[in-house]
């Protein structure tokens, strides 16, 4: 029994650790292709399928990767799967104030020509009514601090 918490109290330490490390991607991915790549590749280490806000992400990661892909097919393949992922995230969870955040500052920051940007009042809305209900403090600071750097 005593192993059994160890193993499930490890891979929560672990989540959160990896957790911390994409919030921080994240944060530089639409800098440079490398920072992008980074967070990718992060993405990649992880099973996105177990955590709705890593699928969440996961979105964001093709949304930032049509910045530095030049073919305007392979630019829509990319923009279609990060749609699918991020709008799939919020379906499952649909109070989340991280994953509205993340469709927020997605849609922010996309040009408006390509119509994907219905939710960002909403979305900002939602995210200040409840940022003080996020029970995980360092969650609940890296979305106060992004929020201020969107809205400079």
């Known amino acids: 029994m005593k192993s059994i918490l160890l193993i499930i109290l490890l891979n929560f330490l672990s989540y959160n650790s990896d957790l911390s490390k994409i919030r921080e991607l ?12 980074q967070l990718g ?5 992880l099973d996105v399928k177990s955590s709705v806000l890593l699928k969440g992400y996961k979105g964001c990661f093709y ?10 097919s392979k630019k829509l393949i990319f923009f279609n799967k990060g749609k699918r992922l991020i709008e799939s995230a919020i379906k499952e969870d649909p109070t989340s104030v991280e994953l ?17 940007n219905k939710n960002i009042e909403k979305d900002l809305n ?3 009514e409840n940022i003080a209900s996020v029970k995980n403090k360092e969650s ?3 979305i106060i601090t992004s929020l201020k750097s969107l809205n400079k």
């Open 140 to 142: 609940q600071k890296f």
């Open 63 to 72: 949304f930032i990767k049509c910045k530095f892909i030049n073919s305007p």
């Open 100 to 116: 509205k955040f993340l469709r927020f500052s997605i849609q922010k920051n996309l040009p408006k020509f390509l119509l994907y």
């Open 126 to 128: 939602f995210v200040n």
């Open 26 to 37: 994240y944060l530089n991915a639409s800098r440079s292709e490398s920072n992008c790549d």
């Open 41 to 45: 590749a992060k993405l990649n280490t």
